[in-house]
Protein backbone atom coordinates (compact mmCIF):
# COMPACT_ATOMS: atom_id res chain seq x y z
CA UNK A 1 0.00 0.00 0.00
CA UNK A 2 2.86 2.30 0.62
CA UNK A 3 4.94 1.47 -1.98
CA UNK A 4 1.03 2.66 -4.68
CA UNK A 5 1.19 5.80 -2.50
CA UNK A 6 4.95 6.40 -3.18
CA UNK A 7 4.49 5.41 -6.96
CA UNK A 8 1.35 7.40 -7.45
CA UNK A 9 2.77 10.79 -5.59
CA UNK A 10 6.07 10.40 -7.31
CA UNK A 11 4.31 9.87 -11.22
CA UNK A 12 1.91 12.92 -10.18
CA UNK A 13 5.10 14.94 -8.91
CA UNK A 14 7.04 13.93 -12.04
CA UNK A 15 4.09 14.46 -14.83
CA UNK A 16 3.27 17.81 -13.51
CA UNK A 17 2.00 20.49 -16.01
CA UNK A 18 4.91 22.37 -17.59
CA UNK A 19 3.22 25.57 -17.99
CA UNK A 20 2.15 25.24 -14.28
CA UNK A 21 5.70 25.37 -13.01
CA UNK A 22 6.65 27.66 -15.55
CA UNK A 23 4.10 30.15 -14.10
CA UNK A 24 5.14 29.45 -10.35
CA UNK A 25 8.94 29.83 -11.45
CA UNK A 26 8.12 33.44 -13.16
CA UNK A 27 5.70 34.77 -10.39
CA UNK A 28 8.50 34.12 -7.92
CA UNK A 29 10.98 35.52 -10.29
CA UNK A 30 8.54 38.96 -10.23
CA UNK A 31 7.80 38.73 -6.59
CA UNK A 32 11.67 38.66 -5.47
CA UNK A 33 12.30 41.20 -8.01
CA UNK A 34 9.44 43.35 -6.86
CA UNK A 35 10.59 42.62 -3.04
CA UNK A 36 14.40 43.97 -4.49
CA UNK A 37 13.01 46.98 -6.30
CA UNK A 38 10.96 48.36 -3.22
CA UNK A 39 14.08 47.57 -0.85
CA UNK A 40 16.27 49.11 -3.18
CA UNK A 41 14.32 52.88 -3.61
CA UNK A 42 13.31 52.48 0.43
CA UNK A 43 17.52 52.16 1.49
CA UNK A 44 17.92 54.82 -1.56
CA UNK A 45 16.05 57.27 -0.35
CA UNK A 46 17.47 57.28 3.44
CA UNK A 47 20.31 59.54 5.09
CA UNK A 48 22.02 56.42 6.64
CA UNK A 49 25.42 55.34 4.97
CA UNK A 50 24.46 51.71 5.35
CA UNK A 51 21.73 51.90 4.08
CA UNK A 52 22.40 53.68 0.48
CA UNK A 53 25.09 50.51 0.74
CA UNK A 54 22.44 48.46 1.19
CA UNK A 55 20.76 50.08 -2.04
CA UNK A 56 23.86 49.61 -4.04
CA UNK A 57 24.56 45.99 -3.33
CA UNK A 58 20.85 44.96 -3.90
CA UNK A 59 22.34 45.32 -7.36
CA UNK A 60 23.36 42.06 -7.01
CA UNK A 61 20.30 40.46 -6.66
CA UNK A 62 18.41 42.43 -9.49
CA UNK A 63 20.53 41.30 -12.17
CA UNK A 64 20.22 37.79 -12.12
CA UNK A 65 16.75 38.21 -11.44
CA UNK A 66 16.23 40.60 -14.38
CA UNK A 67 17.90 38.35 -16.74
CA UNK A 68 16.20 35.16 -15.39
CA UNK A 69 12.66 37.26 -16.26
CA UNK A 70 14.35 37.95 -20.17
CA UNK A 71 15.02 34.07 -20.23
CA UNK A 72 11.68 33.46 -18.87
CA UNK A 73 9.75 35.80 -20.97
CA UNK A 74 12.26 34.56 -24.49
CA UNK A 75 11.72 30.97 -23.72
CA UNK A 76 7.31 31.64 -23.97
CA UNK A 77 7.80 33.74 -26.92
CA UNK A 78 9.77 30.95 -28.60
CA UNK A 79 7.77 27.89 -27.81
CA UNK A 80 4.53 29.88 -28.42
CA UNK A 81 5.09 29.37 -32.20
Known amino acids: MVATT ?12 PTAVAF ?6 VIAMVILM ?4 LAAASESPRARNFARLTNVGLVPLAFALFGIAA ?3 ISSF
Open 75 to 77: ARF
Open 24 to 29: IWTALV
Open 6 to 17: VTTTTTTAVTAD
Open 38 to 41: VSKE
